[in-house]
């Protein structure tokens, strides 16, 4: 039986009179997972005005007893490991074990944001003055809005929900349409756990209608929102004309490098991770791999013979490599690219979409390799599903400028045992991420994460810069020598 759920508004699951539903489906047989509540413009009015109401006490709440709400929800997160993994898996397609690495990383995150509640640090400073004492203390900005793709749909929504919850903000959270059960389930998670009523609300639907208001209302302070480039750049200019702060995670055109001193077992098994790993669908995936021209043919050999034997198929099923893709028009747009790439590149593997049997009921692509040349658009352009573009190099300076020669920079590697090298690609690749020896995917919780370029906007989740993104910095001055002393002005003779 589908689940129907309903708006999470002033700690009530609500579902308003005459409102319209939509669905999300398995992507790996067609069958419906869940219906939720489209959300008209006056449904996140309220829910904006809930959180307003709830904002006072939270903000009021002392960090510590927040961190312990967000500990409890940790721990039942942790007790619902395997029921949220398989819903992961059931509504969005990635296989089982990385279902439960989802919610591993929802369960981390919350424990480490559970954390912050006893250090939350600002700086003391010196004063140019005498008996004057300088700080900094953080505040929460206000009522917030997390809008949440599809990819890592229990994580992300963690990334900024416990952020902005322990730094004291009051949320409106929008999970993705086609993974919104595991959103709702993410709510109902804090609910549990005891989030008082109105800090966290949730509101389903569309962009169009939820999206526009969250990014325009006033009384929302600051929006963390992470999804496709276009509708980030649209979020960015709404929000600058209400003079939000806009958090952007946006997209990747990550490269892997292969030097001909590279263990090359090492960096095959990195790149069927990298490259294959949730069907190609992580913003950090690798979707370029750089070869240097000694061990091309080589690799790329080693590479085909593998994925060759690849399994495609029930993400369910433990012994399976690489599930459906998200939703048709995740694969309708990957085939888009894969017949560019047959006309700009050579395919050297897949290319197809996958038929007969249960691949009928799913959206099943073969993974899929072409040999280009850099400066194609299969080789420069977001592809985000199991599509690796192979470019072969001269030399690691070649190697760099290919790399860095694309509109994005989230995430890059490179595979070497030459340690000077190795530091030279953490200084030269322009990216907000750098693996050595290892593949361009493996985010951990308490490192920052985010990009360069048209990756983002400049901010960072994750880690400590997490507290920076949902916080505002206030600077205090204590004046105790009990006497009007002028900074720049008063020369603080000797005492
Ligand atoms: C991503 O690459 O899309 C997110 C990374 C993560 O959550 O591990």
Redesign the pocket.
């Known amino acids: 039986m589908a689940r129907e759920y309903g708006l999470f508004l002033e700690g009530k699951w609500t579902v308003p009179e005459g409102a319209k539903r939509f669905r999300s489906t398995n992507p790996a047989n067609g069958e419906e997972v869940a219906s939720f509540v489209a959300a008209t413009a006056d449904d996140v009015q309220r829910a904006i005005a809930a959180a307003s109401r709830a904002f006072p006490a939270w903000r009021d709440t002392p960090p510590p007893k927040r961190g312990e709400i967000l500990l409890a929800a940790a721990r039942r997160f942790r007790e619902r490991k395997e029921e949220l993994g398989r819903l992961v898996t059931q509504e969005m397609g990635k296989v089982i074990a990385e279902g439960r690495g989802d919610v591993q ?1 929802s369960i981390d995150f919350v424990e480490y944001m559970a954390g912050e509640g006893r250090r939350l640090f600002g700086e003391t400073v010196p004063s140019e003055l005498r008996s004057k004492f300088c700080l900094t203390v953080r505040q929460p900005k206000g009522v917030v809005a997390a809008i949440t793709p599809w ?2 749909p229990t ?2 929504p963690n ?1 900024k929900i416990a952020a902005a919850l322990i730094t004291g903000n009051s949320v409106v959270f929008k999970p993705a349409s086609s993974t919104a059960a595991c959103g709702a389930e993410v709510v109902r998670t804090y609910e549990e756990a005891g989030v008082p009523p109105g800090v966290l609300n949730l509101v389903t639907g569309s962009g169009g209608v939820v999206g526009d208001v969250l990014t325009s209302d006033p009384r929302i302070r600051a929006v963390s929102f992470t999804g496709g480039v276009e509708t980030g750049r649209d979020v960015y200019v709404r929000g600058a004309k209400a003079l939000k702060m806009v958090h952007l995670e946006l997209g ?1 055109k990550n490269p892997m490098i292969v030097m001909d001193d590279a263990d090359l077992t090492l960096a095959l098994d990195g790149i069927l991770f990298g490259a294959f790993g949730t069907a190609g669908q ?4 690798t979707s370029r791999l750089i070869v240097h021209e000694k061990v091309h043919e080589a690799f790329v050999g080693m590479l085909v013979d593998r994925l060759g034997r690849f399994s495609v198929g029930d993400p369910l099923d433990p012994r399976t490599g690489m599930g459906p893709v998200a939703s048709a028009d995740q694969e309708r747009k990957i085939l888009d690219y894969i017949a560019l790439g047959r006309k700009e590149a050579k395919l050297r593997l897949g290319g197809t979409k996958l038929t007969g049997g249960a691949y009928d009921r799913g959206f099943f692509l073969a993974p899929t390799i072409f040999e280009t040349e850099h400066g194609t658009r299969i080789s420069k352009e977001e592809i985000f599903g199991p599509v690796l573009s192979v470019i072969r190099v001269k030399s690691y300076e070649e190697a760099v400028r290919v790399a860095n020669d694309v509109d994005y920079g989230l ?1 890059s590697s490179i595979y070497t045992r030459d340690v000077d090298r190795a530091f030279r690609a953490i200084h030269d690749l322009e990216a907000g991420i750098t693996y050595i020896n290892a593949p361009t ?3 951990e919780v308490q490192l920052p ?1 985010g990009g360069v370029k048209n990756t983002g906007n400049g901010g960072r989740e994750a880690g400590s810069a997490a507290i920076e993104e949902f916080t505002e910095i206030k600077t205090v001055f204590v004046d105790f020598s009990s006497k009007l002393q002028k900074a720049q002005i008063d020369d603080p003779a000797p005492a």
């Open positions: 990383e990819n890592f994580a992300i990334w990747g992580r913003c950090t995936a995430s995917i493996g985010a994460f």
